[in-house]
């Protein structure tokens, strides 16, 4: 066992406690043997006591709980955090753990505290590892972290805002007075279509007799793909009067998408074609405009 006093202190100590010294028992030595307990003990902290204070006086970390932590149910004190710039304060309270299992405990940024048994969510601040016998805990291991970098290009959709995982692709389509079609670029990068609008200058009146009909096809990177993102036979997709809709001037119509939604999954370097088909004789578009949503995950 390494002494923790010098040569020089456990002198002083010594000579202060000479009573002790002989009698056989050097103070130095059972401050040693304290600091030793110490050290080995769940206390063995070697900072200073007010950096200790500045990150874990008054709690708020998600400290462990034993008054609460019982067989197969994880006892946590009160957490808070900060998440997109306000402070998410979350009560004390207790989660149900699984037995036979390595549950992953975490918290997200509403604040809710859940666990699962495969791993940790991206995205959600790490709290606990705790592997689980049948019908108790057989070990809790700190998964927290008090520091964090986020990496160059590290932070994908997933863990962005709808509006910021979102990139629009709006194609001026001119005048629109008889049946035509379009090409659309998509993204270079794998993307979902969320929504497809169309829009215009002037109103064009529903009718079962004269009417525009829309369809969007996937032609993929090859530009033979036959991937309907908007089913132009579809009443819903038309002007008609009968399942459709009109076109107010200055108001976004949106399309309606495919239901199956690997149909709306794109790739790098997929080419879209817009089919606008005029049906008898309907008044014509002036500055119709297509506006194709993407959405990001990766």
Do not use: W
């Not at 497809?196 to 529903?206: G, H, P, R, S």
């Amino acid at each position: 066992m390494s002494d923790y006093l010098s040569t020089a202190q456990a002198n002083v100590v010594d000579r202060d406690n000479r009573m002790m010294s002989v009698a056989g028992i050097p103070m130095s030595t059972i401050i040693n043997d304290l600091f030793a307990l110490v050290d080995g003990g769940n206390i063995g902290i070697t900072a200073l006591a007010g950096d200790v204070d500045s990150l874990a006086l008054g709690g708020g970390l998600f400290g462990q709980d034993p008054d609460t932590t019982i067989g197969l149910t994880f006892g946590y004190k009160a957490g808070r955090f900060v998440a997109a710039g306000s402070v998410v304060s979350v009560s004390a309270g207790t989660i149900a753990l699984s037995g036979g299992a390595t549950n992953y405990i975490e918290v997200d940024s509403a604040g809710t505290v859940s666990k699962n048994t495969t791993a940790f969510t991206a995205g959600r601040l790490r709290l606990y590892t705790v592997v689980c016998g049948a019908a108790s805990i057989t070990t809790v291991t700190n998964a927290k972290v008090l520091a964090g970098v986020i990496p160059a290009g590290s932070v994908t959709g997933s863990l962005l805002s709808a509006a910021a995982a979102t990139k629009e692709v709006a194609i001026s389509l001119g005048t629109i007075s008889a049946t035509g079609s379009f090409c659309v670029v998509c993204p270079d990068a794998a993307a979902t279509i969320s929504k497809v609008q169309f829009a215009a200058k002037e109103t064009l009146a529903a009718s079962d007799t004269n009417y525009f009909d829309f369809g969007l096809v996937n032609k993929g990177p090859t530009g033979t793909g036959t991937t309907a993102v908007v089913d132009r036979t579809a009443a819903a997709n038309s002007t008609k009067a009968t399942g459709g809709a009109p076109v107010n001037a200055y108001v976004r119509r949106n399309l309606t998408l495919s239901g199956t939604p690997a149909d709306l999954n794109t790739a790098a370097g997929d080419v879209l074609e817009l089919t606008i088909t005029k049906t008898a004789s309907p008044a014509n578009f002036t500055q119709g405009v297509l506006l194709v949503h993407f959405a990001f995950a990766g």
